[in-house]
């Protein structure tokens, strides 16, 4: 089994900066690609960053600028920073990775629960 914890959300005023972190255990032979997406009230899942085990990043053109997000592979965790927050990336951040299995050595798609951010105008 592989555990996707994260940490980090809150409440923040326009402008504003939150850092979320994301620790995976478990399980674990290898982690390909870790990332964030976004569930908004009544919106569908979307993506806001991800990374490769190489560490290169790829960002939704909304947050391009804004956030940046980071992997330790030695910890298996990544982390999101959120700078110039706006009320739009207010939602639920899932915490993704695609993880090969220890004794299996399949990889299987893993979701955090989720952490609630929420910027205020």
């Known amino acids: 089994q592989v555990q996707l914890v994260e940490s980090g959300g809150g409440l923040v005023q326009a402008g504003g900066s939150l850092r979320l972190s994301c620790a995976a255990s478990?399980?674990?032979?290898?982690?390909?690609?870790m990332g964030w997406y976004r569930q908004a009230p009544g919106k569908q899942r979307e993506l806001v960053a991800t990374i490769t085990s190489g560490g290169i990043p790829n960002y939704a053109d909304s947050v391009k600028g804004r956030f940046t997000i980071s992997r330790d592979n030695a910890n298996n965790t990544i982390n999101l920073q959120m700078n110039s927050l706006t009320p739009q990336d207010t939602g639920v951040y899932l915490c993704?990775?695609?993880?090969?299995?220890?004794?299996?050595?399949?990889?299987?798609?893993?979701w955090g629960q989720g952490t609630q951010v929420t910027v205020s105008s």
């Open positions: 478990g399980s674990i032979f290898s982690i390909n690609a």
């Open positions: 993704n990775a695609k993880v090969v299995g220890l004794i299996t050595r399949y990889m299987g798609n893993y």
